[in-house]
């Protein structure tokens, strides 16, 4: 069983930032991908980036270059860092893992954003 727990959600204005990490019980490295999801109210979940495990990253047409996900090999943490954050970006997100055929969730955390 993989257990990815996130953590750094909040609220956060117009225009700031926020960290999102997602600590795996499991080497990162066992993944063949690693992706951020998230889902606002009366939305269906979406991608937001994806790290793949030879490293490339793939980032939702939405993000325009404000999102950064990254992974810590060490700590087994993949982490989405979010700047110039809008009202649009408020959702839950969730971590998601990608190993061989299985597909593992997060439980999510609240990301808020006031104008």
């Known amino acids: 069983q993989v257990q990815l727990v996130e953590s750094g959600g909040g609220l956060a204005q117009t225009g700031g930032s926020l960290s999102l990490s997602c600590a795996a019980r499991l080497s990162i490295l066992s993944f063949r991908a690693l992706e951020w999801h998230r889902q606002a109210p009366g939305k269906v979940r979406e991608l937001v980036a994806k790290?793949?495990?030879?490293?490339?990253?793939i980032y939702a047409d939405f993000v325009e270059d404000r999102f950064t996900i990254s992974r810590d090999v060490a700590k087994n943490i993949v982490a989405l860092q979010m700047n110039r954050l809008k009202p649009e970006d408020t959702a839950v997100y969730y971590c998601?893992?990608?190993?061989?055929?299985?597909?593992?969730w997060g439980q999510g955390t609240q990301v808020s954003v006031s104008s």
């Open positions: 998601n893992a990608l190993l061989g055929r299985q597909t593992y």
């Open positions: 790290l793949t495990s030879d490293g490339r990253t």
